[in-house]
């Protein structure tokens, strides 16, 4: 094993990390922001907008 190439290619695996990070937090907010927006708004019986 190449230790030294290891060590070399360490903070190119970790912008590779925090990348993916990121991406993933901005699928996550994108996703409550959909659902704030297109949830619905009226609540019947403590229920989201289910009514029997």
């Given at each position: 094993?190449?230790?030294?190439?290891?060590l070399?290619?360490?903070?190119?695996?970790g912008?590779g990390?925090?990348?993916i990070?990121?991406?993933?937090?901005v699928?996550?907010?994108?996703?409550?922001?959909?659902?704030?927006?297109?949830?619905p708004?009226?609540?019947?019986?403590?229920?989201?907008?289910?009514?029997?």
């Amino acid at each position: 094993m190449n230790f030294n190439g290891f060590l070399e290619t360490l903070p190119l695996m970790g912008k590779g990390m925090l990348g993916i990070f990121i991406v993933t937090g901005v699928i996550i907010l994108c996703v409550y922001a959909l659902n704030a927006i297109f949830s619905p708004k009226n609540k019947k019986n403590g229920k989201d907008g289910e009514d029997k």
